[in-house]
C-alpha cells in the first residue's frame, strides 16, 4: 500500500477528461496530518476540533488550544487548514460537561451549545485566530447551523475575538488577518436558505453524515435502523445535487466533507454532480485519488442521470459498483 501511495500522490488528482479535483484531509488529531497522506492532499478540509476536547478531563486553556492549532497550521503553511469550531453533542459528549437529553441528536449540539455559551466559543476562536498570525493558512467553520440567526450571532462573537486578538498582534507589531468563515451544510433546513447563507459566509461545506441522518430522519450509530441509513437514498441524492448547482449559481465555494466523500461510487457520484471539492480521512485518499484518475466526467454523469431515477438506494449500489468494476 504505502508503495501505491507514494507513487499516487505524485501524479494530479485530475479525471480522464482532465478535471483537476481538490482532495482534503477530514482530521482530528495532529498526528494524522504527520502522515505520508498530508503530503499528497491540497490542504485540511475538516478539523475536528471536538476529538482533542474529547480526549481531555477538562477545557483545554486558550494556550493549550494555541499550542495545538499552531502546531496544525505550521505543519503546511502553504496550504488551508479549515477548523471547525467545537461541535460537541449528539455522539460526541465532552466527560467533564455532561449533557443530559432524551434526543441528543436533535438536542444541544454544535454551534448550538457554543452560542450558548461565548466564553466556550471566544477562548476557542481567540486561540486560533492567535494561531494563524503570520501564517493566514486558517479557515473557520461553523458546525450544525440551522438558522442564519446563528450564522449573524457566530460572525459577531468571530469579529469580538478578531478586534481582541489584532490589537494584541498591533502592540507587537504585527497583523491579524481575518480568516474566511464558512459553514456546515448538514441539517436540512439550511438547503431553502442558501441564498441568505451565502450573503453571509465565504464558503459552504457538506456534512453528508449529518445530512443523510436528518434528511432520513435515521439515527447514524443506531444498528437497527443501520440498513436505512444510506447516502445513495434519492433524496440524499437530490438534495445533494440541487446544493452543488445552487452554489455554483450563487457563485460559492463548496466542499464534501463527508464519509461518503471517501467512498469510491459516491466519490464518482459527487464528481458527476459538480463537486470539486472533496475531504476525507487520510487513509481513503490513495483510494480516492485512483478513481478519480480512471473515471470521466462523461461517463459518470450518464451514471448519474441513470441513478436518479431509482428507487431504492440498493439499486443505486449495485448500479454504481458495476460502473466502479468496469474502471478496473
Ligand atoms: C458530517 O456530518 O458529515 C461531518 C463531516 O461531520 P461529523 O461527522 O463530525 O458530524
Ligand atoms: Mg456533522
Request: negative net charge.
Amino acid at each position: 500500500l504505502y508503495g501505491a501511495v507514494r507513487e499516487e500522490s505524485d501524479k494530479p488528482a485530475e479525471t480522464r477528461d482532465g478535471c483537476r479535483i481538490g482532495l482534503y484531509i477530514n482530521a482530528g488529531l495532529s498526528a494524522e496530518l504527520e502522515s505520508i497522506y498530508g503530503a499528497a492532499g491540497d490542504g485540511v478540509g475538516l478539523y475536528r476540533t471536538e476529538i482533542p476536547f474529547m480526549m481531555r478531563e477538562r477545557f483545554p486553556s486558550e494556550h493549550e488550544q494555541y499550542q495545538m492549532y499552531r502546531a496544525m497550521l505550521e505543519a503546511s503553511p502553504n496550504k488551508n487548514i479549515t477548523m471547525r469550531t467545537l461541535d460537541v453533542g449528539g455522539d460526541k459528549p465532552l466527560p467533564y460537561f455532561p449533557v443530559v437529553e432524551e434526543n441528543p441528536f436533535l438536542g444541544w449540539r454544535g454551534i448550538r451549545m457554543t452560542l450558548d455559551h461565548p466564553e466556550i466559543f471566544l477562548v476557542q476562536l481567540r486561540a486560533m485566530l492567535r494561531a494563524s498570525l503570520d501564517l493566514d493558512n486558517l479557515k473557520i467553520m461553523l458546525p450544525m447551523i440551522t438558522t442564519i440567526y446563528e450564522v449573524s450571532e457566530a460572525r459577531r462573537l468571530i469579529r469580538q475575538a478578531y478586534y481582541e486578538v489584532a490589537e494584541e498582534a498591533q502592540a507587537e507589531g504585527q497583523a491579524l488577518k481575518m480568516p474566511e468563515v464558512g459553514v456546515m451544510l448538514e441539517v436540512p433546513a439550511v438547503i431553502y436558505q442558501l441564498p441568505q447563507l451565502a450573503a453571509k459566509v465565504d464558503f459552504f461545506s457538506i456534512g453528508s453524515n449529518d445530512l443523510t441522518q436528518y434528511l432520513l430522519a435515521v439515527d447514524r450509530n443506531n444498528p437497527r435502523v443501520a440498513d436505512l441509513y444510506d447516502s445513495y437514498h434519492p433524496a440524499v441524492l437530490k438534495a445533494l445535487k440541487q446544493i452543488i448547482e445552487a452554489s455554483v449559481e450563487l457563485n460559492k465555494p463548496v466542499t464534501l466533507c463527508g464519509e461518503m466523500a471517501g467512498e469510491p461510487g459516491g466519490a464518482i457520484l459527487l464528481l458527476a454532480m459538480g463537486y470539486r471539492k472533496l475531504s476525507m480521512s487520510g487513509f481513503n485518499l490513495s483510494k480516492i485519488k485512483w478513481v478519480i484518475r480512471k473515471v470521466s466526467l462523461e461517463d459518470a454523469r450518464i451514471l448519474l442521470e441513470e441513478v436518479l431515477e431509482m428507487e431504492h438506494p440498493s439499486q443505486v449500489r449495485e448500479r454504481v459498483n458495476r460502473h466502479l468494476e468496469a474502471l478496473g
